[in-house]
């Protein structure tokens, strides 16, 4: 019979991953065995890439490499979630996360990019920004925290500073995670029934549906003018998360040259596909 001494057994290596198959065959549903079969593919292959993503730090902070990495997408899209899997395993001496609060008084009577220059990499660093600079592109405008006039400065300069800072050697990698609107609302839910995760529920986010077609506008005009050859968008279909979190890790490894790279880890399959 499967009980919890059988999943420690498991992560313990006191019985095999087959002899832990056939225990749960023999107890489980078909579908919930399916479910039970997927997830643990997940975790293995998110094991793998998380090891090839050690790799690559060590390549960053061996060869003073600079690693930018934005995402970007709608509220509840999975983007923080997919950071931690990118992070939970790196050394944090040479890695950062960046979410930035609303800006200071003095901070909006800057240039719009100093508060993101001020954040870029250092020599052997990977940082992360939990939406970025794009704030200007769709956010803002949609919820009336900058004037038309700050919009189209916003996009008139955003490729040239892109441009700038891949020439000054940064390695820019730019997500946007794609949901559904049924699955930005159903995630909304479990937000607010959750009792861990309901301060994660702001006023914004009780705007977005309503505001739904507001932010696809503005989506589509950032993509037809910010997708260059500089700094192309990655977009990633982010309606089931653990596809996603593989899709994203793999697309960095992909993306950078890093020594010793295990390519048959990037080659993942799904149970279901």
């Avoid at 997940?42 to 090839?52: D, T």
């Avoid at 001020?118 to 949609?142: C, H, Q, T």
């Avoid at 968008?233 to 593989?246: E, L, M, P």
């Amino acid at each position: 019979m499967l009980t919890l001494d059988s999943f420690k057994s498991l992560e313990n290596g006191e019985i095999s991953k087959e002899e832990f198959l056939k225990l749960v065959k023999s107890d489980i549903s078909p579908v919930k065995l399916e479910e039970i079969l997927r997830d643990l593919n997940y975790q293995e292959q998110l094991f793998k890439l998380q090891a090839e993503l050690v790799n690559l730090q060590k390549w960053v902070t061996k060869n003073k490499k600079r690693v930018c990495i934005i995402f970007e997408g709608r509220d509840a899209a999975g983007k923080g979630g997919s950071i931690r899997r990118m992070t939970e395993h790196l050394n944090p001496r040479a890695r950062r996360v960046v979410a930035l609060s609303k800006p200071t008084e003095v901070e909006q009577g800057q240039w719009y990019f100093r508060r993101y220059i001020k954040e870029m990499p250092n020599p052997g660093e990977l940082v992360f920004f939990d939406r970025s600079w794009y704030n200007r592109a769709i956010l803002e405008p949609v919820n009336g925290f900058c004037s038309d006039q700050e919009y189209d400065i916003f996009m008139n300069q955003v490729n040239d500073f892109e441009r700038m800072i891949t020439e000054s050697g940064v390695r820019l990698i730019k997500f946007y995670f794609s949901i559904s609107k049924s699955e930005q609302e159903k995630r909304f839910q479990d937000i607010i029934d959750s009792p861990i995760k309901k301060w994660k529920f702001s006023a914004l986010d009780k705007k977005a549906l309503e505001l739904w077609d507001d932010y696809t506008d503005y989506k589509d005009k950032m993509f037809s003018k910010t997708n260059t050859i500089i700094a192309p968008w990655k977009v990633i279909k982010a309606n089931r998360k653990t596809k996603a979190r593989i899709e994203a890790i793999e697309h960095v490894l992909t993306s950078i040259p890093y020594d010793d790279k295990d390519l048959k880890v990037l080659k993942h399959v799904y149970l279901d596909d």
